[in-house]
């Protein structure tokens, strides 16, 4: 919640603006002095103890997306505010900021793209534009190993021939001792330094888990910043709606993920990603392994303390996995796209002892040891002990950093793990509905038919988006 003042009013009469002091019921009116506190919609009240009313639901979602770039590279500032203003002005539309720099413009079709760019160029920003070509959207997902094929052959042992042939060719180029994949998926993989090894699958999720975490990604991004409140030690002052929205996710997950493959996986959930609130999981399968739970607040609620895990060493590393973890699922193998409704399973994780002294919290580079000082004191020649001990240092972290190694070796598990199943490359297709008189209904199928494989390859363009299908 904000606090805000109502500077002006204003009656809509037509083209045209009725500034007033008073509205009276019944009437569509415009508010000003709100532009810095209502992104796109909100509950205005007097009191604080009005809940805020039903967000509005949108049937088109966003997905042609091009970027924009003003022609004189001087008004840039006037493109970003002329942004802003067309995303409080146009609820279905979406400003990104790419990690290359790029504003990006996300609209719901084309006639919606051309219209959106009219309003830049003569009404928000008032300058010049260059615009790309639209960019289509596409996520990366596996599926389980197909049973029959295209004519209805049944596949049988050509199957595990085919993936074994896969997993050959995924090891070749790697020496054996860092990497090993097993022919049932299971992907081995050991840092450069030998002092950490990950094992990880990777299990295509159930449609339903999908749909269900795109739908609930506020959700999911609100449990982050909890927990992450929660580590801290930070207060909180938490909604019970948002905690029953929370609630109703877990109890939902947990009834859309049944059988053996799936037993206690909720509980078992390590994080979501990519940025930790997107349509995949990574899941802690790891023997004797146990760390917070990311249903912490809930637990946190009933027992009005910090829920902690018993100390594991392995807990210094923990956010390596997730960052490897991150990293995989925000720019897949195929195509360096997102990843969609995909679980990765980390089933073993070892470390050795050694690796816990190269932390950088306890490993600093001009720190000199307690025994290196012993040594001084005991032969007198102190620069020779000191370099010495820094050579020692310097080769046992020749590759960096352990942490930053399993960062690294997370990432190529999963994208390895991914590659070893069926892999898939999802597009966002175009739904709309036709209404027609019966006496012209065949006729429109049929033409309605003939223009969709007519003009398909463009067809993305078009609308609005659907949950994305898979295409081989």
Not at 4 to 15: A, D, P
Not at 58 to 66: D, G, K, L, S, Y
Not at 154 to 165: W, Y
Not at 428 to 434: G, S
Request: glycine share 6%; hydrophobic share 40%.
């Amino acid at each position: 919640m904000s606090c805000c003042t109502v500077e002006n009013l204003y009656l809509l009469m037509g083209r045209e603006l009725e500034e007033l002091e008073e509205i009276p019921a019944g009437n569509v009116m415009g508010i000003g002095g709100l532009e810095d506190c209502v992104l796109k919609t909100a509950t205005l009240s007097a009191s604080l103890a009005c809940s805020p009313f039903t967000p509005l639901n949108f049937e088109a979602a966003p997905i042609v997306r091009v970027a924009v770039e003003p022609k004189h590279p001087s008004e840039m500032p006037k493109l970003v505010s002329g942004m802003r203003l067309l995303n409080q002005a146009d609820p279905c539309v979406e400003v990104l900021i790419q990690e290359t720099g790029e504003h990006v413009l996300v609209t719901a079709g084309e006639v919606h793209l051309q219209r959106c760019l009219d309003d830049l160029r003569e009404r928000f920003a008032k300058i010049e534009i260059s615009v790309s070509k639209p960019i289509i959207p596409f996520r990366e997902t596996v599926v389980r190993p197909p049973k029959v094929d295209m004519v209805n052959e049944e596949l049988g042992k050509q199957q595990k021939v085919a993936v074994i042939h896969q997993v050959k060719e995924l090891s070749q180029g790697r020496s054996s001792d860092c990497q090993h994949v097993d022919p049932d998926g299971l992907v081995t993989l050991t840092t450069p330094n030998r002092l950490a090894t990950v094992c990880v699958r990777a299990i295509p999720l159930p449609q339903e888990v999908t749909v269900l975490l795109e739908r609930n990604s506020e959700v999911i991004r609100t449990l982050e910043l909890m927990n992450s409140s929660l580590r801290e030690g930070r207060a909180m002052d938490i909604n019970l709606r948002t905690l029953e929205a929370i609630a109703e996710l877990k109890d939902h997950l947990q009834s859309l993920l049944q059988g053996r493959k799936w037993r206690n996986a909720v509980e078992r959930i390590w994080a979501f990603g990519p940025r930790r609130y997107g349509p995949n999981i990574l899941l802690n399968s790891i023997k004797d392994y146990s760390r917070p739970s990311v249903w912490q607040c809930l637990e946190w609620r009933h027992s009005n303390d910090q829920v902690r895990a018993p100390a594991s060493p392995l807990r210094d590393f923990d956010n390596s996995i997730i960052s490897g973890f991150q990293l995989v699922t925000l720019s897949g193998p195929m195509c360096e796209e997102p990843l969609m409704g995909v679980c990765f399973s980390v089933e073993r994780w070892d470390v050795e002892s050694v690796a816990f002294s190269q932390n950088p919290d306890t490993l600093k580079e001009d720190s000199v040891s307690p025994e290196a000082l012993q040594d001084v004191n005991s032969h007198g020649n102190s620069e020779d002990v000191i370099a010495e001990r820094k050579m020692d240092a310097s080769s046992v972290d020749c590759y960096g950093p352990v942490s930053g190694q399993l960062i690294a070796a997370m990432k190529e598990a999963c994208r390895h793990a991914f590659q070893a199943q069926p892999q898939r490359l999802m597009a966002a297709m175009y739904t709309c509905e036709i209404m027609a008189t019966a006496e012209v209904l065949g006729k429109s199928v049929f033409f309605f038919l003939f223009f969709f494989f007519l003009f398909s390859p463009g067809f993305f363009f078009v609308g609005s988006s659907v949950p994305y299908m898979k295409v081989g």
